[in-house]
């Protein structure tokens, strides 16, 4: 089955410590991103990657890093979380050929991530 | 910059009432518009899409058309069920391969 996994999907942390959330797509996408949704904001696209190590900055990057080692997988990594960065994360991949004009993106089911 | 403003909800609605969302944009060039849904508990899905001035994208019962002269990408629905209650986002990309949403508005229909 085509898809897109997160993990975890729920996550309860403490200010400052370091974590990451895995995200991995099935599909043989180049394409692939991380976004936040927060109320009444929507979704904010923080870090995209375009295939193997190529990766761009998003609305919203700044406390996040990202790596693309493999095609399939896109970590989140948070080295020091802060309040401000309790929200819903998506996972998203997509055939980025002809990306701008025609591709739909795949979500994966959202990671809840409280930091206090 | 590139840009979507997506009409604030929530919206109630009885089972068969009429649906619009309105959704306007601001892009350079002329991308491609997207409609995602979003149903309580997942991820976003692709609901439809246009990918040029004139086009009409459908799927479930739902329709927008790509509006160039007047930047929108409205939503509708003739007759709304229970099961389309869920958040609806407007999106689209830029030329940067950026991709914007809108806030996302959450539509609740009531037998």
């Known amino acids: 089955e085509a898809q897109v996994t997160q993990n975890p999907r729920y996550l309860i942390t403490v200010t400052g410590k370091k974590l990451t959330v895995t995200c991995s797509q099935n599909?043989?996408?180049?394409?692939m991103s991380w976004y936040r949704q927060d109320p009444g904001l929507g979704l904010r696209q923080i870090y995209y990657?375009?295939?193997?190590?190529?990766?761009d900055k998003g609305d919203v990057p700044e406390g996040y890093k990202v790596s693309r080692k493999e095609k399939r997988n896109f970590p989140l990594i948070l080295e020091s979380p802060s309040p401000n960065q309790t929200s819903l994360y998506f996972c998203?991949?997509?055939?980025?050929?002809?990306?701008?004009?025609?591709?739909?993106?795949?979500f994966g089911p959202g990671t809840r991530l409280t930091v206090l | 910059g590139d840009s979507v403003t997506q009409m604030e909800g929530p919206v109630t609605l009885s089972e068969e009432a009429f649906l619009t969302i309105n959704c306007t944009y601001t892009?350079?060039?002329?991308?491609?518009l997207f409609w995602y849904v979003q149903y309580p508990g997942e991820g976003l899905q692709l609901l439809l899409k246009?990918?040029?001035?004139?086009d009409k994208g459908s799927n479930k019962g739902f329709e927008a058309t790509y509006r160039k002269e007047t930047t929108s990408f409205h939503l509708e629905k003739g007759s709304v069920q229970v099961s389309d209650s869920a958040v609806y986002f407007c999106?689209?990309?830029?030329?940067?391969?950026?991709?914007?949403f809108g806030t996302g508005t959450s539509l609740t229909v009531i037998p």
């Open positions: 998203a991949s997509s055939d980025a050929q002809y990306f701008s004009s025609y591709n739909e993106q795949f």
């Open positions: 599909m043989n996408h180049e394409y």
């Open positions: 990657s375009m295939n193997v190590e190529v990766t």
């Open positions: 892009a350079t060039g002329y991308p491609s």
């Open positions: 246009a990918t040029k001035a004139d």
């Open positions: 999106a689209l990309p830029n030329t940067g391969n950026q991709f914007y």
